[in-house]
Structure formats: structure tokens, C-alpha cells
């Protein structure tokens, strides 16, 4: 079998699925949505946290594959060896594990058609809309939100409306995605935004979009996406919607993160529908359009890569330079893709997360 990157796939097979779970035993749950679909959901708590992490994924991938690492062999940079796909998530020495330490609570989500969560009619990597999955994220954000207003009220003996109407009551949120996943974090912002009542509940804190799927600048330059490839992709997706002509994407830089994408079992084979490749391009005009209504307030970590092959890193300078926003911050990378809590080098973004949090996250005395 060939991998995308387009060398041959090895695989070591596991004569039995392991006792002992590698993943980190996450606290697994799922909801439906305003549509019934089932989306799944997983937590890695800490006790007395300092705040909460609230993380989407991108495209054709899921919440574990980006941020937890894989049980796999690195041959070198063109190749990975499959140890156990049954076990295949591995929290030690993971981004999670390392947000544990710092007294972080990481909560993720499978978006609806993504990993384990159903999709809209039945299908994978389809969607009816893009804002769906927005509307799915705030609605995990404020499920979050309850539960924690219902273990203080259990603590502190205090009224459950007190502690829904007193954000001071509630730890601070940080909401964090990659790729489709970091338009998705900044897309809520926006419809917060529009509903300053629901932002300020909420009480996120901050917002964290690797390398997001923010503009499509480049892509539109060249003749042939403007006058051929982007008209025909909305056309399809009105008129074909789950038709599977997208193109898979290929990573180059660093050959054996296909390897990784292909061994993860969870992880649709087949290319995202027409209909969702046309949402991605509404979900980046949205994005652009509504930029007045992210909160001026709202701290935002920009990370993306110059060499970047999916999301191109000029349309995220671009976007940054343009947000009026007093407490936003750009870390730029020269030598990473697009995977950036997988590739090599992912400990050096990871660090400056961690520093940035530090600085954003109010000292415990101060959110009683």
C-alpha cells in the first residue's frame, strides 16, 4: 500500500491489542448536537487547574491524531513504522501531557463527520454548512462552562446562577485549533462577539489558531484557481455537494507525517466531499468579512509557518496586521509545515504556548 507522500507504507502488526492504555485514559463523552448528530468528546483533567484548553482539529483529522503523539517508529524523515494501531495515541511527553503539568485541563473535540463524530447524512467529511461546526464548538464551550458552574456550586455552596452570572467564579478558557480547526476558534470569537452577553459568561481568555485556515490570497492570484478551480469547486458543491473530487494533501518537508496520517485508524481514506471544500472557501470569506467582531480584548496567539503548504502564511500576516485587536501576537517559524504539534520542532511552539498562557492565565487569587 502506498502512502500519500507516495512510498511504501510498513507496518509491524500487533498480535493483540494491549492491556494498558497509552493515551492517557481521557474522561470520553459525546452530545448532540441541534442537528442529533453525535459529536465525541474527551477530557485530561488535573486537579485545582489554573485554566482550561478547549482544542478542535483540522481538516480529515481529529482531536487525538494532532495532539496527542503516535506509537510509531521514526526511521528518518521519509519513513514511519506502524507499532500498534490499537494503542496508537500516546499521551507522555504529548502537548496534553505537558499542558497537564502546567495545571491546564485539556478538553477536545471530534468536529461532526471528523473522527469518532457522526456527520451530516451519514457521511464523512461532509458538512451542510461550515458554521455547523462552529455552532457545535460553542455549544462543547458551553457545556464545558455548566459543568464547571455545577462543581463550584457543589464546593462553594453558592447558587448555580451566581456562578453562571460571575465569570469570576469560572477558570479561564483557552480555545486552540489547527488549520481548519484555528479558523474555527477564530470564527467563535466573531459569534461571541455578535452576542457580547454569551462572550462574557463564557469567559475565554484567549484564543490560539495554528497555522489557520485564514485565506485562500495565494491560491486566488493564480489564473487558473480564479477562473477555473474555485468557480467549478461552488458550482459542485451546490449542484454535487457529496461528490469526492477534492484532492488529498501531501506533505513534503516532512515525508513521514503521511505515514502517521495513513497507520491512524480514525482517519477517512477518501477525499472531503465538494460541499465541504466549497464551506472551507465561505469559512475563510466569513472569516474576513466579519473581522470587526472579535473582541478588541481577547488575547490571540497567531502561529504559522513562512514554508506553510496548505494555509498560506501571508494571508494570516495579512489578517493579523488588519485585527484590531491590542493583545494580538504572531509567531512566525521558518522551518516547520503545516502540522505544527506534530512535525519536528513542535517542543519550540508548544514553549512559547506555555509562556504565552503564563502571561495571560490570572494568578488563582485573582478568579475567586
Given at each position: 500500500m502506498k502512502s500519500q507522500g507516495g512510498?511504501?507504507?510498513?507496518?509491524?502488526?500487533?498480535?493483540?491489542?494491549?492491556?494498558?492504555?497509552l493515551?492517557?485514559?481521557?474522561?470520553?463523552?459525546?452530545?448532540?448536537?441541534?442537528?442529533?448528530?453525535?459529536?465525541?468528546?474527551?477530557?485530561?483533567?488535573?486537579?485545582?487547574?489554573?485554566?482550561?484548553i478547549i482544542a478542535c482539529h483540522g481538516m480529515n483529522?481529529?482531536?487525538?491524531?494532532?495532539?496527542?503523539?503516535?506509537?510509531?517508529?521514526?526511521v528518518n524523515n521519509n519513513k514511519a513504522i506502524l507499532k500498534d494501531a490499537d494503542n496508537y495515541?500516546?499521551?507522555?511527553?504529548?502537548?496534553?501531557?505537558?499542558?497537564?503539568?502546567?495545571?491546564?485541563?485539556?478538553?477536545?473535540?471530534?468536529?461532526?463527520?471528523?473522527?469518532?463524530?457522526?456527520?451530516?447524512?451519514?457521511?464523512?467529511?461532509?458538512?451542510?454548512?461550515?458554521?455547523?461546526?462552529?455552532?457545535?464548538?460553542?455549544?462543547?464551550?458551553?457545556?464545558?462552562?455548566?459543568?464547571?458552574?455545577?462543581?463550584?456550586?457543589?464546593?462553594?455552596?453558592?447558587?448555580?446562577?451566581?456562578?453562571?452570572?460571575?465569570?469570576?467564579?469560572?477558570?479561564?478558557?483557552?480555545?486552540?485549533g489547527l488549520s481548519m480547526g484555528g479558523n474555527v476558534v477564530l470564527r467563535t470569537l466573531q459569534i461571541l462577539g455578535k452576542s457580547k452577553d454569551n462572550n462574557n459568561k463564557l469567559n475565554i481568555r484567549g484564543c490560539i489558531p495554528l497555522a489557520g485556515m485564514i485565506s485562500i490570497d495565494e491560491l486566488a492570484t493564480k489564473p487558473s484557481y480564479k477562473y477555473f478551480y474555485i468557480p467549478l469547486a461552488k458550482?459542485?458543491?451546490?449542484?454535487?455537494?457529496?461528490?469526492?473530487?477534492?484532492?488529498?494533501?501531501?506533505?513534503?518537508?516532512?515525508?513521514?507525517?503521511?505515514?502517521?496520517?495513513?497507520f491512524d485508524k480514525f482517519k477517512f481514506k477518501k477525499h472531503v466531499t465538494c460541499k465541504l471544500g466549497c464551506e472551507l472557501l465561505n469559512a475563510i470569506n466569513n472569516l474576513n468579512n466579519d473581522m470587526d467582531y472579535i473582541p478588541e480584548n481577547t488575547p490571540i496567539l497567531f502561529a504559522?509557518?513562512?514554508?506553510?503548504?496548505?494555509?498560506?502564511?501571508?494571508?494570516?500576516?495579512?489578517?493579523?496586521?488588519?485585527?484590531?485587536?491590542?493583545?494580538?501576537?504572531?509567531y512566525t517559524l521558518d522551518d516547520m509545515d503545516h502540522l505544527l504539534p506534530m512535525e519536528p520542532g513542535n517542543e519550540r511552539i508548544l514553549k512559547k504556548i506555555l509562556t504565552w498562557l503564563a502571561v495571560h492565565t490570572p494568578k488563582q487569587e485573582e478568579q475567586v
Open positions: 512510498g511504501k507504507i510498513s507496518r509491524k502488526s500487533s498480535t493483540a491489542s494491549s492491556s494498558t492504555r493515551d492517557g485514559n481521557p474522561k470520553l463523552d459525546s452530545f448532540h448536537n441541534k442537528d442529533g448528530l453525535s459529536l465525541k468528546t474527551y477530557a485530561w483533567t488535573v486537579k485545582n487547574p489554573v485554566g482550561i483529522s481529529h482531536v487525538r491524531l494532532e495532539y496527542l503523539r503516535h506509537n510509531v517508529e521514526v495515541y500516546i499521551y507522555k511527553n504529548s502537548w496534553i501531557e505537558e499542558f497537564n503539568k502546567n495545571g491546564y485541563s485539556f478538553y477536545g473535540i471530534d468536529l461532526q463527520s471528523h473522527g469518532q463524530s457522526e456527520g451530516w447524512k451519514g457521511l464523512r467529511t461532509h458538512i451542510r454548512q461550515f458554521d455547523d461546526i462552529v455552532y457545535d464548538f460553542i455549544q462543547y464551550i458551553n457545556r464545558i462552562h455548566d459543568m464547571l458552574c455545577l462543581t463550584n456550586k457543589k464546593d462553594n455552596n453558592s447558587s448555580l446562577h451566581d456562578n453562571i452570572n460571575n465569570n469570576n467564579n469560572i477558570l479561564p478558557f483557552y480555545i486552540m458550482f459542485l458543491g451546490s449542484f454535487f455537494p457529496s461528490l469526492r473530487l477534492t484532492p488529498g494533501l501531501r506533505f513534503n518537508m516532512f515525508p513521514h507525517m503521511n505515514d502517521i496520517m495513513e504559522h509557518s513562512k514554508k506553510d503548504s496548505v494555509c498560506f502564511y501571508g494571508g494570516t500576516l495579512k489578517f493579523y496586521n488588519k485585527l484590531k485587536c491590542y493583545k494580538k501576537e504572531l
